[in-house]
């Protein structure tokens, strides 16, 4: 079974600041896909970025991107120039993909602060 | 834009008692997720539709936990009786498509504090 580790449960920013929020991940499929969520409080959950295992290039979305280490199984998600509105709950997710069935695979979370 | 409901927002229920969550996904979308996230935790899956049918609920309590989706829409979890450790956040989520490439978009979730 998939295993996703984040080791910090809190991590803490100033605006315009950049921070590196960390995940590692076991699996022993070679097909799969890498997720960082964004879960605000009492707002629903929302994808911040995904990375198809297959490419070597690290995903970019604006403010946010990832520096994925396959050999490694390493998937760390960086914010730039944090603002307050990053404030939230982050989580990692793997997901394979063997299967069209297959499920999404979390981890514990890294809560987000962000200071003026 | 279209987003995943979910009713109510909060229940507060004492063990031993019923009680049933709704969902309504985003419209057209073919797969349901049900989720239960406990504080402090990452979600996770209790089952998965696939329109009406169920194809996973590997991890769905089925001696307490039932969940349906009748017509391939809008869907039910219920459970019955309640037990304290099922304090938790249920959410749910639907995708166009099942599997990895499409994306689950998230409901705002039902909070259950069972006494």
């Known amino acids: 079974a998939q295993t996703v580790t984040q080791s910090q449960p809190e991590m803490s920013v100033q605006e315009a600041e950049t921070v590196t929020l960390s995940c590692t991940y076991d699996?022993?499929?070679?097909?799969?896909?890498l997720f960082w969520y964004k879960q605000p409080p009492s707002r629903q959950m929302i994808l911040v970025i995904r990375?198809?295992?297959?490419?070597?290039q690290n995903a970019t979305e604006n403010r946010f991107s990832v520096n994925f280490q396959k050999a490694a199984k390493s998937f760390s998600l960086k914010i730039s120039d944090s603002q307050l509105g990053d404030a939230a709950m982050y989580f990692c997710?793997?997901?394979?993909?063997?299967?069209?069935?297959?499920?999404?695979?979390f981890g514990k979370g890294t809560m987000l602060l962000v200071s003026p | 834009e279209a987003e995943v409901a979910q009713s109510p927002r909060y229940k507060i229920t004492e063990k031993s008692q019923a009680v049933a969550f709704w969902c309504d996904p985003i419209?057209?979308?073919?797969?349901l997720y049900w989720y239960r996230q406990i504080l402090g935790q990452g979600p996770e899956l209790l089952v998965q539709f696939q329109d009406e049918s169920v194809v996973d609920d590997s991890q769905l309590p089925k001696d307490r936990f039932s969940a349906e989706r009748l017509k391939g829409v809008d869907s039910t979890l219920k459970i019955q009786p309640a037990e304290l450790g099922d304090s938790a956040m249920y959410l749910c989520?639907?995708?166009?498509?099942?599997?990895?490439?499409?994306?689950?978009?998230f409901g705002p979730g039902t909070r259950l504090t069972v006494t």
């Open positions: 997710a793997y997901r394979s993909d063997s299967s069209g069935y297959s499920t999404l695979t």
């Open positions: 419209s057209g979308h073919a797969t």
């Open positions: 989520a639907s995708s166009s498509q099942p599997g990895s490439p499409y994306e689950q978009y």
């Open positions: 699996t022993s499929e070679s097909d799969y896909y």
């Open positions: 990375q198809e295992a297959y490419k070597q």
